[in-house]
C-alpha cells in the first residue's frame, strides 16, 4: 500500500513535508501530487492533503482516510467531488494551538493597551500616553471554543482577561462564561474585543455583517483569525468609518494575499497579517497524521474526524 501526499504548495514546501512525514513513517511508500497509472491509484491507502486541486482524491479506489494538513477544511469540503464515504480528518496540531494563542494574546494585550495607537502616534512624532485599564476590566469574547479558541481562552485567562466564549453546542470550559445561541447578542454587546475562530461552514459565512456589526459594544474591536469570508468587507469598512468598531486585526481574507488595491491595506483602522496566525508545525503535525495512520490500521477510532454534514 502506499500514501499519497498532494496540495496546492511549491515544491520546497512539497519536499520539506515529505521529508519530514518520512521521518516519522519510514516504512511507508510515498507517491506524490498523483498517482501516475492504475496500479499506483489502486495502493494509496491514505492521502495527506494541503487543499489539493479539485478533482485530485477522485479514482482512488482503496482509499480509506483524507487526512488534512490544515485546521480548516473549508475548502476541501467545497470540492464536490471528494471521495464521499471516505473518512476525513482534519490537523489539529499542539504547535499551531499554541502559536495561534500567542498571537491572539499579542492582539488583545496591542488592544487593551492602545499599542496600535500608540504606533500611529509615531509616526506623527506625537507623545499621548493611552488610557490603561486592568485586564480584568477588559472583557474578551472568543467565538467557537473548539481546539483553538479553547487555547486561546485560557491563554486570555492566564493574563487575568474576563473571558466569554461562545459555541453552537453548550459548552463548560473553566473560568470562562460559556454561551450559546441566542445569547451572541448579549456577549457581543458587553465584548470589548470580539476573537472570532469559527470553522467557516454554511452557518458561518459571511457572519460579521452590518446586522451583526451593529450588535457589537460601540468602540470595541474584532480580531479575525479564522476565515475571511466570515467577514463582509464593505460592511465592517462601514462600522469602522462609523466609529462602530475601533479596529479590526485580520490575518485571513476573501482572496488571499490580500489584493494591492483592497481598502484594508491603507485604512488606519485594519491591521493586516498575512495569514500568520498560526501555521502547521510540520514536525508535530507528521506525529498527528502517523497516528491517525496506526488507528486506520488498528480499526481505532479515527482523531479529529470531519462530519461533513456539520461542515468541520
Ligand atoms: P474546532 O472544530 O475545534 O472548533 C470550532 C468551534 O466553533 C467549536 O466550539 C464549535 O462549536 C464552534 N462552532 C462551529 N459552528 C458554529 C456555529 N454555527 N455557531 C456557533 N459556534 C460554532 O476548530 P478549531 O478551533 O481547530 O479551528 C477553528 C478555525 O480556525 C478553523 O476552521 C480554521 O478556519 C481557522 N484556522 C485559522 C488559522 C490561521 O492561521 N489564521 C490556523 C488554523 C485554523 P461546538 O463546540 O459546539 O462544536
Redesign the pocket.
Known amino acids: 500500500m502506499a500514501l499519497l501526499l498532494t496540495g496546492q504548495w511549491g515544491a520546497a514546501e512539497a519536499a520539506r513535508w515529505l521529508q519530514v512525514l518520512q521521518q516519522a513513517m519510514p516504512a511507508e511508500q510515498w507517491l506524490i501530487d498523483a498517482p501516475r497509472d492504475a496500479a499506483e491509484a489502486a495502493a494509496i491507502e491514505m492521502a495527506v492533503v494541503a487543499n489539493p486541486p479539485p478533482g485530485r482524491l477522485q479514482g482512488l479506489p482503496n482509499l480509506r482516510l483524507i487526512q488534512s494538513l490544515?485546521?480548516?477544511?473549508?475548502r476541501l469540503l467545497a470540492d464536490p467531488t471528494l471521495p464521499a464515504g471516505v473518512p476525513l480528518a482534519?490537523m489539529?496540531d499542539p504547535a499551531?494551538?499554541e502559536a495561534?494563542a500567542q498571537?491572539a494574546l499579542w492582539a488583545v494585550l496591542a488592544l487593551h493597551r492602545g499599542f496600535f495607537d500608540v504606533q500611529a502616534q509615531q509616526a506623527q512624532r506625537l507623545w499621548r500616553q493611552p488610557a490603561q485599564c486592568r485586564a480584568a476590566e477588559w472583557r474578551v469574547l472568543v467565538?467557537?471554543?473548539?481546539?483553538?479558541?479553547?487555547r486561546v481562552a485560557a491563554a486570555l485567562l492566564s493574563q487575568g482577561y474576563t473571558v466569554e466564549g461562545?459555541?453552537?453546542?453548550p459548552?463548560q470550559v473553566p473560568g470562562v462564561q460559556c454561551c450559546?445561541g441566542a445569547e451572541l447578542v448579549g456577549a457581543l454587546a458587553r465584548a470589548d474585543t470580539v476573537i472570532n475562530?469559527?470553522?467557516?461552514?454554511d452557518?458561518?459565512r459571511g457572519f460579521f455583517d452590518a446586522q451583526r456589526l451593529a450588535l457589537f459594544k460601540p468602540g470595541a474591536s474584532l480580531i479575525n483569525?479564522?476565515?475571511g469570508a466570515h467577514v463582509i468587507d464593505a460592511d465592517l469598512l462601514a462600522a469602522l468609518d462609523a466609529g462602530q468598531l475601533r479596529r479590526a486585526v485580520l490575518?485571513?481574507f476573501h482572496q488571499e494575499p490580500l489584493a494591492a488595491e483592497h481598502p484594508f491595506w491603507s485604512h488606519a483602522g485594519v491591521t493586516v497579517l498575512p495569514?500568520?496566525?498560526?501555521?502547521?508545525d510540520p514536525r508535530s503535525a507528521a506525529a498527528v497524521v502517523a497516528a491517525n495512520l496506526q488507528a486506520l490500521r488498528a480499526g481505532r477510532p479515527l482523531a479529529h474526524r470531519v462530519e461533513a454534514v456539520?461542515?468541520?
Open positions: 490544515w485546521a480548516g477544511v473549508d482534519r489539529v499551531m494551538n495561534m498571537t467565538l467557537g471554543l473548539g481546539e483553538l479558541g479553547g461562545w459555541s453552537r453546542s459548552r450559546s475562530l469559527l470553522p467557516l461552514t452557518q458561518t483569525l479564522a476565515r490575518d485571513v495569514h500568520t496566525a498560526a501555521q502547521t456539520r461542515g468541520y
